[in-house]
């Protein structure tokens, strides 16, 4: 109970490590999902607690063979589900979101800045880095049809989500790295490059309204 509050209206829980990425690959693997990445991915209270039901039912060699499931941590994982379970309680969590990167990340970015930079900023340069390794993209007419394509957007639905504007200027400026790929459907090769991609900052949702 010490200093540990309950989540705020907009606050989420985060959690890394290896128990939390293994629960969280055992979730996505049981569902019909369009990205194949674990950072990011959002796994629900229910969703835990199903996945600690089905494993205690199971021997240590049936958990060893759950896909997403590390066989080291067939001992041990349904004790960790039940530890998540608790501290979402604690600090009445809906949901887990998971990071791919963990406290050696945290310790460099802390000594190497004195402030964490927004999201919004972390997503923009991440494109930005994304777009850069592909030959036929060109910042100056990516920039155009961004600012084209969010002045339109803009007129037209004004009271619309600012999340689906951002993500149409991110669209319009990484539309081009697919022609790399292919010319002609360069928006599906495109499409799966953003999917595929380690972009940061980008909840799962922004990046599937983005491809």
């Not at 990205?35 to 607690?49: F, M, N, P, S």
């Amino acid at each position: 109970e010490a200093g540990v509050a309950a989540l705020e209206a907009d606050e989420a829980l985060v959690g890394t490590g290896g128990t939390i990425r293994n629960l969280a690959k055992v979730d996505l693997r049981r569902r019909s999902y369009p990205i194949g990445r674990l950072h990011a991915y959002e796994v629900t209270k229910q969703g835990i607690r199903r996945t600690a039901r089905s494993l205690f039912n199971m021997s240590s060699t049936e958990r060893a063979a759950v896909p997403g499931l590390n066989s080291s941590r067939a001992d041990s994982i349904v004790a960790g589900a039940l530890a998540v379970d608790t501290v979402m309680q604690f600090v009445g969590a809906e949901s887990l979101h998971v990071s791919g990167q963990g406290l050696r990340e945290g310790a460099v970015r802390a000594l190497a800045l004195e402030a964490l930079p927004s999201a919004a900023a972390v997503r923009a340069a991440s494109i930005q880095a994304l777009c850069a390794g592909f030959l036929r993209w060109n910042q100056p007419h990516a920039d155009r049809r961004a600012r084209l394509a969010t002045d339109l957007f803009d007129l037209l639905t004004p009271d619309a989500d600012p999340r689906l504007r951002e993500a149409l200027m991110h669209a319009a400026q990484v539309i081009d790295v697919g022609a790399t790929i292919d010319v002609y459907n360069r928006h599906e090769r495109a499409a799966d490059i953003v999917l595929e991609s380690d972009l940061q900052g980008f909840t799962h949702a922004m990046l599937i309204a983005v491809a």
